[in-house]
């Protein structure tokens, strides 16, 4: 877009171009940047860098009376990428268990990102619906372990874990069945 201006640089009415990608205001003439980091609000969507993605949320909710098709799609979505960001949200309180395990045991990155990609592998649902989540990361950190042959006990494991062997013992079980035995 162009736009008539005064470029302080070469001190003459000039066109100048804005680019909004980068919110600049550049100078035709001699390529001056006159101004920098324009926001223009009224372009695209709401955002707030503070937020994980980015966007602000549109809620769709149902009003009284009838609800037409596309309302009810537009909720059903809204309600599976819910779903999805707590997964998302689980996952991620599992990986900072998982890493507060390995520092614990005194055990590299490697390890911890091992176990965090088993984790990952895991069926989703198991990861809610009463399934210990401190169990799974510990199985997971000591399926690491056996992959890479660093001697690690489930009753250290536990200890670290602050997790019952019985739940470590079902959530070693549930990885066995899901990747074959370990």
């Not at 005194?106 to 088993?118: P, Q, R, V, Y």
């Not at 660093?150 to 019952?164: F, H, Q, R």
């Amino acid at each position: 877009m162009k736009e008539d201006g005064i470029c302080l640089e070469c001190k003459r009415p000039t066109e100048t171009v804005v680019n909004y990608k980068n919110g600049d205001t550049i100078c035709i003439e001699c390529g001056h940047v006159i101004e920098n980091n324009i926001i223009d609000d009224l372009d695209g969507a709401s955002t707030n860098p503070n937020l994980k993605s980015g966007h602000l949320p549109t809620i769709i909710f149902k009003l009284s009376g009838k609800s037409s098709s596309l309302a009810s799609k537009l909720r059903r979505t809204q309600n599976e990428m819910i779903k999805n960001k707590q997964e998302e949200d689980v996952i991620k309180i599992a990986y900072a268990e998982i890493e507060r395990m390995t520092e614990a045991l005194g055990l590299t990155f490697g390890i911890s990102n091992t176990a965090c990609k088993i984790l990952s592998k895991l069926d989703k649902k198991n990861l809610r619906g009463g399934k210990s989540l401190r169990g799974l990361c510990a199985a997971s950190v000591s399926r690491a372990c056996r992959q890479v042959n660093i001697p690690k006990t489930l009753k250290e494991i536990s200890a670290v874990a602050n997790v019952d062997m019985k739940e470590i013992n079902k959530a070693v079980k549930l990885l066995g069945d899901s990747f074959g035995t370990i």
